[in-house]
């Protein structure tokens, strides 16, 4: 099951988009399912949860943060993501800064953008972003969104248009790194490839529905 789901997904997915399977909530045996299938990007987005299956996987994965990020778990998630997803706050980016510099190293990190009208979503403004200047060991590689939950794909189609023209936006100021779009999940992915997605993050079209 998980093998064909991933094999449907890669078939429709354009060359240069990359496929998180966001293995949350999943144990680690339907996680293997899919590393014999191929998969390498793994998301996770609880820091306990992550770092209880680090050690149970091949080193060769590739893990990626895409939960809210309190600045008391860094240690349980820095050492061992290759990017972080969502940082949804400049109190939080200064966090890792600290973090990385204290570690000699650099994190790459995803802008969390609050799109949409939820109230409780967290997330940067575009102004914020656009007043954003990246601390020293982090590197900022673009952004990441969630659109508004709702089944009226026109809702959805706003959102990853806003986000869309910011990412361009900024792409036009000539970031160096500023590569990554990290936009669509299990029910809108396809929409966010039409709006110029590098990478989505889908756990339910691969591994089925959760049980929390
Ligand atoms: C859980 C989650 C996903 C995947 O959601 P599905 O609907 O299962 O594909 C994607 N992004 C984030 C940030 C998530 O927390």
Redesign the pocket.
């Known amino acids: 099951m998980i093998k064909e789901n991933l094999t449907n997904i890669q078939k429709k997915l354009p060359s240069g988009v990359t496929l998180v399977a ?1 293995s ?1 909530f999943h144990p680690v045996e339907r996680l293997m399912e899919a590393y014999d299938a191929g998969q390498r990007v793994f ?1 996770e ?1 609880r820091p306990q949860e992550l770092a209880m299956k680090v050690p149970l996987m091949p080193s060769d994965v590739q893990w990626h943060f ?2 809210h990020l309190q600045t008391n778990k860094l240690k349980l998630v820095l050492p061992y993501v290759s990017l972080v ?2 940082v949804d706050s400049l109190h939080l980016l200064e966090a890792i800064s600290a973090w990385a510099v204290a570690n000699k190293r650099v994190i790459d990190v995803l802008l969390e953008l609050h799109l949409g009208a939820e109230e409780t979503k967290q997330g940067f403004t575009e102004d914020e972003i656009m007043a954003l200047v990246a601390g020293e060991g982090v590197r900022i590689r673009g952004l990441m969104g ?1 659109a508004t939950n709702t089944d009226d794909m026109s809702v959805v189609e706003q959102d990853f248009a806003r986000i869309e023209g910011l990412y361009r936006r900024i792409q036009g100021l000539g970031l160096p790194d500023f590569d990554t779009l990290s936009i669509g ?3 809108d992915w396809p929409l966010a490839v039409r709006h110029g997605a590098t990478m989505v ?5 691969i591994f089925g529905p ?1 049980e929390y």
């Not at 993050?201 to 079209?205: M, N, Y």
């Open positions: 966001v949350k998301g987005n895409i939960g997803q969502s969630m999940m299990s029910g993050r889908i756990g339910t079209d959760r």
